[in-house]
């Protein structure tokens, strides 16, 4: 029993240099640069962020998304452009729309980007940091030189009252021959806009972790996009879909696709196998997303 012990520390030893070596050239490969476009920032006003990655042409690099915490500024816009690529190596880039609402002397800023070689691992590479400085708007104090000889005079306000009687009574009318008239109209134009608004927001998110999952094979990616669409069919529906199983769609939905894809999702999710992840399973989910979002807005106009 030992004697094993010893045997299996020795291998473990002895593998532990070659995996960091092989992250280390990952590293080694990757390169980005950083660098704010603006020389100062004002509070409340958005400066750009260029972020560049260089990165061996069979290596998938991603980028941090809106939500990613870079306090005190804070990322309210990205836009990302294609990849453009010779022989060896593909270059990457973003442009952010950074602001910050807390003054301060300078913000200094790095951000990682996360690389995937073709075997699937990832490997987290900071990139290099960058300071952009504060700018106040505030008018310099006027010299002591100076004496101001004006005596102020506070004259006290009036409140014209037949003015804003009369306007409120207006107002007051105009609400209610709108309730009155149109009441029923903007409610159900109000509702279709919203109704309209998250299934534009769903699909543009849908299509992105579609995308991802898709071009890395990644299973992560591969859930959420799973676990978009059942919230997404729960908000159009009365129906507890995201506590849905897969044979529970099946009972209630009868669609032998749709049970076909499901259970490729879960082979993939549950069983670790990235190769079900194919073009083909996706559009057949947003397929029923876009049937009961027509459902719901029929509802609505007929209601």
Known sequence: ??????????????FLPLCCVGQSNLTLKVSTHLEFLNDSIKIGEPVSVSFTVRHPINT???????????????????NWFPTRSDSVTSTDSAVYLVTTWLPTKGYTLAMPIYAIDELGDSLPIESNTDTIYFKSVFVPEKSKGIVSQTNFEIIPERFNYPYWTLGGVGILLLLVFLVFFFGKPLQRGFRLLLLWRSEQLFESTF???????????????LEQTLSLWKQHLERLTSKAFTTYTTKDFYNDLEDE???????LIDRGIYGGSSEVIEPEIFPVLKGYAVRFYKARRAAINNG
Do not use: C, H
């Not at 029993?1 to 002895?14: K, P, S, T, Y």
């Not at 998938?60 to 990205?78: G, M, S, Y």
């Open 60 to 78: 998938e690099v991603l980028f941090p998304d809106t939500q990613f915490n870079i306090e005190p500024l804070k990322i309210v816009q990205k």
């Open 257 to 263: 696709r749709l049970f076909e894809v499901l259970q």
């Open 207 to 221: 299509d992105r972790l579609a995308s991802q999952a898709i071009r890395t094979k990644n299973i992560k990616a």
């Open 1 to 14: 029993m030992q004697v094993r012990i010893w045997v299996w520390l020795l291998v473990f030893v002895g």
